[in-house]
């Protein structure tokens, strides 16, 4: 049974940074392409970062330059790193990995809350 367990939320400050890791099981990460979404409340979920079984990552806009997105394969986990925190990354982090053509898996998902 695959299970991918997130990790790291809680509530900081403005301008504060948080790293989220995100820990598979029963899945070889190295095939995968993983991603971070986020949903904030009343907002569709959407798609912050990526990174490739090859390491190639993207981002969205909102978050460029201040978010870093990791994977370590051989631990089968992911990380994201988030600096210069604003209120509006408030939301709920989930880590997703995918596998062409229709293999998805989702995680359960952790708060972060960014507020003075």
């Known amino acids: 049974q695959v299970q991918l367990v997130e990790s790291g939320g809680g509530t900081v400050q403005p301008g504060g940074s948080l790293t989220l890791s995100c820990a598979g099981a029963g899945i070889t990460f190295s095939l995968y392409t993983l991603d971070w979404y986020r949903q904030a409340p009343g907002k569709q979920r959407e798609l912050v970062a990526t990174?490739?079984?090859?390491?190639?990552?993207n981002f969205s806009d909102s978050v460029k330059g201040r978010f870093t997105i990791s994977r370590d394969n051989a631990k089968n986990t992911m990380s994201l790193q988030m600096n210069s925190l604003k209120p509006e990354d408030t939301a709920v982090y989930y880590c997703?990995?995918?596998?062409?053509?229709?293999?998805?898996?989702w995680g359960q998902g952790t708060q972060v809350t960014v507020s003075s």
């Open positions: 997703n990995a995918r596998l062409y053509p229709s293999l998805v898996y």
């Open positions: 990174i490739t079984n090859g390491g190639v990552t």
